[in-house]
């Protein structure tokens, strides 16, 4: 998994996301590379997501060109350029179902290491 994407997964499961999933759309897209989707709660854990990631991302030199969704928090689109992450409550994410509709793009989960050296 690329470095940046890994910081990004490693901030949303920090704030307590699941089902965190990098979706590599290249070739099926010319908006993006990898799509990383994100399962929270509720709207208060997305926001919170949503700004664990802008800071973790920010001390690496990464922010994002858009930020769309977030005073709703239902679902919270960041376009990092290559990277899109799409943070999703548990409702949006079943509704919109971006796990079907990309299901040709390759797909690597992530899971919490536990290791912090990486």
């Given amino acids: 998994m690329e470095k940046n994407i890994e910081i990004i997964c490693k901030a949303l ?70 990277v899109i992450v799409h943070i999703f409550t548990d409702e949006e994410r079943r509704r919109y179902d971006f796990d079907t509709l990309w299901k040709e793009a390759p797909v690597e989960e992530y899971h919490e290491t536990g290791d912090d050296n990486e």
Wanted: glycine residues 8%.
């Fill in 13 to 82: 499961s920090s704030k307590k996301s699941v089902l965190i999933r990098v979706l590599n759309v290249r070739g099926l897209t010319s908006i993006a590379d990898d799509f990383v989707l994100a399962t929270t709660r509720n709207k208060k854990q997305a926001q919170a997501a949503a700004d664990e990631v802008e800071e973790k991302a920010g001390e690496i030199g990464l922010h994002p060109l858009r930020r769309e969704g977030y005073q709703e928090g239902d679902w919270i689109l960041l376009d990092f350029g290559d």
